[in-house]
């Protein structure tokens, strides 16, 4: 590079140089480096407030999320917790008639023999003459005809051959 080059290089780099630090040409520079740190403080700001916001909706939707599933749970749950009760209210109502039977059919059963004795003949004394109840009349027993059996059979009809059968001789 040839030395007038460097020369006039040297000389436009000298007039203009010193005007670049003037205290004039650094106030807008002060400046718009003051807005700059503000812009990037506010911006820090709004980042930290967006960070928060994210942080309580993902707390909300996880809430939300849990809120879903007890919902779920119940609506499953309930069907099957009715049906039960439903079945057992069932089963009271069948069982009911037939306890109170048992307990009527106990207790009059409690009677002893001599109880029923006595009231059989209670019954039977007081009851009308005509009356289809029980009667505790004697009847008359039939007569006993003694017939006697069609053939008899003794020692003087044996014969020969009964007394080869026979184990005596």
């Known amino acids: 590079m040839p030395w007038y080059l460097l020369l006039i290089l040297g000389l436009l780099l000298s007039f203009f140089l010193p005007s670049c630090h003037t ?3 650094s106030i807008p520079a002060r400046e718009a ?6 812009q990037n403080r506010r911006l820090a700001e709004l980042q930290q407030t967006w960070m928060q916001e994210r942080q309580e909706l993902f707390r909300q939707r996880d809430t939300l999320e849990r809120e879903r599933a007890q919902w779920a749970a119940a609506r499953v749950r309930e069907p099957v917790i009715a049906a039960a009760i439903l079945r057992v209210g069932e ?3 069948c069982v009911t008639p037939l306890a109170l039977c048992w307990l009527l059919l106990r207790t009059s059963t409690s009677n002893t023999p001599d109880e029923l ?3 059989v003949l209670l019954e039977a004394h007081l009851s009308p003459p005509g009356s289809p109840g029980l009667r505790l009349e004697a009847l008359p027993a039939p007569p006993v005809a003694h017939t006697p059996p069609a053939r008899l059979t003794g020692p003087a009809e044996a014969t020969e051959a009964d007394d080869a059968d026979s184990p005596e001789c």
């Open 117 to 119: 004795l006595a009231e």
């Open 33 to 38: 480096l003051h807005t700059q740190a503000e």
């Open 23 to 25: 205290p004039e040409s």
């Open 91 to 93: 089963l009271a109502l």
